[in-house]
């Protein structure tokens, strides 16, 4: 007869697994389909997420919503994803550890050589699978802008893209906002 391991005291192996994550240190990480995977992006992947984040942030505190990169927890899977950036309600945010994909209005991320398939494959499947209303894929790769929104079982419903960068990028309500992806480049 064999006995279950010990998780620091939590006997489920998914609430084990992001305890874990949450308590790495020397850094942040994610996990992605079971895998644990350290967040370390690079300045010009950094200097890509602010040029997005400077555009969105006027319009998101109009909204009362904050900007970040906090942890999304997505329940029943062995995935806890850092993204690059999320737009939430301030109030959800204050206090939290973590949020679901569907407490967020937007989540962009941008793609780096190591993970784009992550980002442009897996994460579009899961945020849309976790009711995630917008999802922004900047693929600094293809040098391209893809926003995806109505998230349903099978995935996003409405694809806007992709676009090449320096075109202009509405974003729906409750943004009503065009994002400039000139200097994406």
């Known amino acids: 007869m064999s006995t279950a391991p010990d998780y620091h005291g939590i006997d ?8 874990a994550v949450q308590h790495i240190r020397g850094g942040r990480a994610q996990i992605i389909e079971g895998i644990i995977e350290p967040v370390s992006p690079t300045w010009d992947h950094e200097a890509a997420a602010e040029t997005i984040r400077d555009q969105i942030r006027p319009r998101a505190r109009e909204l009362g919503c904050v900007t970040g990169s906090g942890n999304l927890d997505l329940p029943g899977s062995s995935n806890w994803y850092v993204p690059d950036i999320a737009v939430v309600p301030a109030a959800q945010a204050k ?10 209005l937007l989540i962009v991320e941008v793609t780096s050589e190591s993970d784009r398939d992550t980002d442009r494959v897996v994460k579009r499947k899961r ?36 676009h090449p960068f320096g075109a202009r990028i509405p974003l729906p309500d409750p943004f009503g906002i065009d994002l400039d992806t000139t200097d994406l480049t």
């Open 12 to 19: 489920d192996p998914e609430r084990a697994l992001k305890y």
């Open 95 to 104: 206090g939290a550890t973590a949020l679901l994909p569907e407490d967020t």
């Open 127 to 162: 945020y849309a699978e976790y009711h995630a209303p917008l999802y922004l894929v900047v693929d600094r790769q293809e040098k391209s802008v893809t926003l995806y929104s109505e998230p349903g079982r099978l995935g996003y419903t409405r694809v806007d893209g992709p």
